[in-house]
């Protein structure tokens, strides 16, 4: 009789949405204690800003060089010692006492952090079967906009009762704890983890030699350079992430001087968007597998879904700027950033689409661009904001969706980067690694 499929794929993606919970965590505490920084330090807006930028450069720097660690070295090792490392920057955070300061942790903190979205993405090509890829995606994506949910709230009580400090010190402490879990419990192959039987193998591999037999080697980088969907792909997550980033930055700044909220009130304010963002993520990744499962192309599941997501964040943004009360306002921009959930869904899942093999390396190409609008945004926002006011700098935020919604159109997710191997190997052939029970 054959023994049913023993479910540690989905354990795995519950670790996975943990850690970037954290690791989301560690961005948003910033973000929350700015107004006590900027009290303590003196710090600018523009100062503020450029402690947010230089933890993207150092982040977006280590996005493609992640992706294909992520493939040379496997995704284990590579989670481990990145979510160990920003980790230790994280609670070094607590220590600074200038600007300079400041500016050297967060670059490292960027540096450490990057390597763990396409690490992610290999390791959910790896563990997940072809009708799974938007669910692992979607667990990815959860953790990472959950952690804004209940950030805000968390590290305003924190700094009420321990200073801003404390947040920084018990945020590194629990990610360098589930560092350790997740070497602890994750394998480069579900063949050659104990927790895992045979008949779980045999679902997640199918018959994709890809999966089944992997081989270390660079992805053809030549080729992919030379594919306008590879440039596309990349360019609508520019768009993408700028907008998210100009929430994750200035959300609660925003709140507090444009819409005159306490620090309280804002704590629990600056959620709703991120708690949208999340739901609908969640929501994406189902309904998309189920789509794809019934017959729906891909172009129609992820490409739509792309460009619906983006239409719908420019028109919200853009009511929520000029919304006259504040009510309205976190009404529309919650709405807004829910929307991205649709756009960041189809993104990471086309990755895995387009990049196969090499989705590390896909992936990253893609969130380097992304974080490029990282890079640009805390900067830009903060720079139109002290010129011409908030509600210029959320317009002009809007108005770039546009041009993320024409990127999409370009991108195809049923034409892999790569062509599948010709001929699969068996699917399972004997492995002591596995459990059979």
Same mark, same amino acid.
């Given at each position: 009789?054959?023994?049913?499929?023993?479910?540690?794929?989905?354990?795995?993606?519950?670790?996975?949405?943990?850690?970037?919970?954290? !690791?989301?965590?560690?961005?948003?505490?910033?973000?929350?204690?700015?107004?006590?920084?900027?009290?303590?330090?003196?710090?600018?807006?523009?100062?503020?800003?450029?402690?947010?930028? /230089?933890?993207?450069?150092?982040? !977006?720097?280590?996005?493609?060089?992640?992706?294909?660690?992520?493939?040379?070295?496997?995704?284990?090792?590579?989670?481990?010692?990145?979510?160990? %490392?920003? !980790?230790?920057?994280?609670?070094?955070?607590?220590?600074?006492?200038?600007?300079?300061?400041?500016?050297?942790?967060?670059?490292?903190?960027?540096?450490?952090?990057?390597?763990?979205?396409?690490?992610?993405?290999?390791?959910?090509?790896?563990?997940? *079967?072809?009708?799974?890829?938007?669910?692992?995606?979607?667990?990815?994506?959860?953790?990472?906009?959950?952690?804004?949910? $209940?950030?805000?709230?968390?590290?305003?009580?924190?700094?009420?009762?321990?200073?801003?400090?404390?947040? %920084?010190? $018990?945020?590194?402490?629990?990610?360098?704890?589930?560092?350790?879990?997740?070497?602890?419990?994750?394998?480069?192959?579900?063949?050659?983890?104990?927790?895992?039987?045979?008949?779980?193998?045999?679902?997640?591999?199918?018959?994709?030699?890809? /999966?089944?037999?992997? @081989?270390?080697?660079?992805?053809?980088?030549?080729?992919?350079? !030379?594919?306008?969907?590879?440039?596309?792909?990349?360019? @609508?997550?520019?768009?993408?992430?700028?907008?998210?980033?100009?929430?994750?930055?200035?959300?609660?700044?925003?709140?507090?001087?444009?819409?005159?909220?306490?620090?309280?009130?804002?704590?629990?304010?600056?959620?709703?968007? +991120?708690?949208?963002?999340?739901?609908?993520?969640?929501?994406?990744?189902?309904?998309?597998?189920?789509?794809?499962?019934?017959?729906?192309?891909?172009?129609?599941?992820?490409?739509?879904?792309?460009?619906?997501?983006?239409?719908?964040?420019?028109?919200?943004?853009?009511?929520?700027?000029?919304?006259?009360?504040?009510?309205?306002?976190? %009404?529309?921009?919650?709405?807004?950033?829910?929307?991205?959930?649709?756009?960041?869904?189809?993104?990471?899942?086309?990755? $895995?689409?387009?990049?196969?093999? %090499?989705?590390?390396?896909?992936?990253?190409?893609?969130?380097?661009?992304?974080?490029?609008?990282?890079?640009?945004?805390?900067?830009?926002?903060? +720079?139109?904001?002290?010129?011409?006011?908030?509600?210029?700098?959320?317009?002009?935020?809007?108005?770039?969706?546009?041009?993320?919604?024409?990127? +999409?159109?370009?991108?195809?997710?049923?034409?892999?980067?790569?062509?599948?191997?010709?001929?699969?190997?068996?699917?399972?052939?004997? *492995?002591?690694?596995?459990?059979?029970?």
């Amino acid at each position: 009789m054959n023994a049913k499929a023993s479910q540690f794929r989905w354990f795995l993606a519950v670790l996975m949405f943990l850690i970037c919970f954290i !690791s989301y965590m560690d961005r948003v505490n910033l973000s929350v204690a700015t107004p006590e920084i900027m009290k303590e330090f003196n710090f600018t807006k523009m100062d503020i800003g450029l402690l947010q930028t /230089v933890f993207f450069v150092g982040y !977006s720097l280590m996005q493609i060089p992640g992706g294909i660690m992520s493939e040379l070295f496997g995704h284990r090792r590579v989670i481990t010692v990145a979510a160990s %490392f920003w !980790s230790i920057f994280t609670a070094l955070t607590a220590t600074c006492t200038s600007l300079p300061m400041f500016a050297v942790v967060r670059t490292l903190f960027g540096i450490g952090e990057g390597p763990l979205a396409p690490s992610f993405s290999r390791f959910i090509y790896r563990w997940f *079967n072809s009708n799974e890829k938007a669910r692992g995606s979607s667990f990815l994506l959860g953790g990472v906009f959950f952690g804004p949910v $209940i950030g805000p709230a968390a590290t305003v009580a924190l700094m009420l009762a321990f200073g801003w400090r404390s947040v %920084f010190v $018990i945020f590194g402490a629990a990610g360098l704890v589930l560092a350790a879990a997740w070497y602890y419990f994750a394998t480069e192959s579900p063949r050659h983890n104990k927790f895992v039987n045979a008949a779980e193998v045999a679902h997640i591999e199918g018959d994709d030699a890809e /999966v089944t037999q992997p @081989q270390k080697e660079l992805a053809p980088w030549r080729s992919f350079l !030379s594919s306008p969907q590879f440039w596309a792909i990349g360019i @609508q997550f520019f768009i993408t992430d700028y907008i998210m980033y100009v929430f994750l930055a200035w959300l609660p700044l925003y709140l507090m001087e444009a819409q005159n909220f306490s620090l309280q009130k804002m704590g629990f304010a600056a959620s709703f968007p +991120w708690a949208a963002l999340c739901i609908v993520t969640f929501a994406t990744g189902y309904f998309s597998d189920k789509l794809i499962i019934a017959g729906a192309s891909k172009y129609r599941v992820r490409t739509l879904s792309g460009v619906v997501g983006l239409a719908l964040c420019c028109v919200f943004l853009y009511l929520g700027a000029v919304a006259t009360t504040p009510t309205l306002n976190v %009404f529309w921009l919650t709405l807004s950033l829910g929307s991205l959930g649709l756009t960041f869904n189809a993104g990471w899942a086309a990755c $895995i689409d387009l990049g196969g093999k %090499f989705s590390g390396s896909v992936s990253g190409w893609m969130n380097f661009w992304g974080n490029l609008g990282g890079v640009v945004a805390p900067l830009l926002t903060a +720079w139109i904001a002290t010129h011409y006011g908030w509600q210029s700098a959320i317009i002009t935020t809007s108005a770039f969706a546009i041009i993320g919604m024409a990127a +999409w159109l370009l991108v195809r997710p049923e034409r892999p980067l790569v062509p599948k191997i010709a001929n699969p190997v068996p699917a399972f052939p004997e *492995n002591k690694a596995v459990s059979n029970t």
